[in-house]
């Protein structure tokens, strides 16, 4: 992959609507030759910004336009049609299929009943429900960021009160059920299966870019696959990371003090950097 000398990140102020802004500066780049936009792919948050954008590009299309190819990437929510918006980008990857959101759930559920069982704690079907779904919530969380579930019982020390020992007994229990159940099923979790995604993108992109544009546009997330994505982008020299809203006056020392909790937006952006 060709590389370029600087990172391609660039910003669009607050006080401009972002989505026309970003079609603007697209359509002055590409917009010449017809089918400019068409080799193109932008990378997006969510599908509602993904249709603003659209909407951007219709706004200025004088005539009838061929759009860029826009995927949503964003992690606030896991939903069924993120793994297949990214599909046919992560073609050839070994991935395995993300378990159905409701199967996910009902299994769960199960592995609750029984674990509760097992420890003279019964729990009627409804509850175990709504504790599969709180747990598989978290689960989500913690797979965004790579962070091993193992890690929650691991990660206490010190006096805990007997309460909090036994729902950690509880949670260990299902957390080592869990992976087997996926594994006899020849699945992951969606959010495994988007992370895993991802790092095909990133590493397919690293050793060989696509033909046409790529640009990352406003997407915020903090998470390793998604940084490791926006990393990649900026570094290729048809790629480039759109930002919204980066302060590109702060001092260096400034910069460098943005500590990775920090409420400050640019926080999340060090981060990726």
Do not use: C, Y
Request: charged share 25%; proline share 7%; aromatic share 4%.
């Amino acid at each position: 992959m060709a590389e370029a000398v600087h990172p391609n990140l660039f910003t669009i102020p607050p006080h401009r609507a972002f989505s026309d802004a970003l079609a603007a500066g697209l359509l002055r780049l590409h917009g010449k030759d017809p089918l400019g936009l068409t080799r193109g792919i932008i990378l997006v948050p969510t599908n509602r910004t993904a249709r603003a954008i659209q909407d951007a590009f219709v706004r200025r299309a004088e005539t009838g336009l061929l759009l860029p190819r826009l995927v949503p990437i964003g992690d606030s929510e896991i939903v069924e049609t993120l793994g297949s918006a990214l599909d046919p980008i992560g073609a050839g990857a070994n991935i395995p299929p993300a378990i159905a959101p409701l199967e996910r759930t009902m299994r769960l559920a199960t592995i609750v009943q029984r674990t509760r069982d097992r420890l003279g704690e019964s729990v009627d079907a409804g509850e175990a429900v709504r504790l599969a779904r709180e747990l598989a919530t978290t689960l989500d969380q913690l797979l965004i960021e790579k962070v091993d579930p193992q890690a929650l019982a691991e990660g206490v020390e010190g006096d805990l009160a007997e309460h909090w020992k036994v729902s950690l007994d509880q949670l260990d229990m299902i957390l080592t059920e869990w992976p087997a159940e996926l594994a006899k099923l020849g699945k992951v979790d969606m959010a495994e299966r988007r992370n895993q995604l991802l790092d095909h993108v990133a590493g397919t992109w690293r050793s060989n870019s696509p033909d046409g544009f790529v640009v990352a546009a406003g997407i915020a997330s903090t998470s390793p696959s998604v940084a490791g994505v926006l990393r990649t982008i900026a570094r290729m020299e048809t790629g480039s990371v759109v930002l919204p809203g980066l302060d590109t006056s702060m001092p260096d020392s400034e910069w460098e003090a943005l500590g990775p909790h920090d409420p400050d937006p640019q926080s999340g952006f060090r981060k990726r950097s």
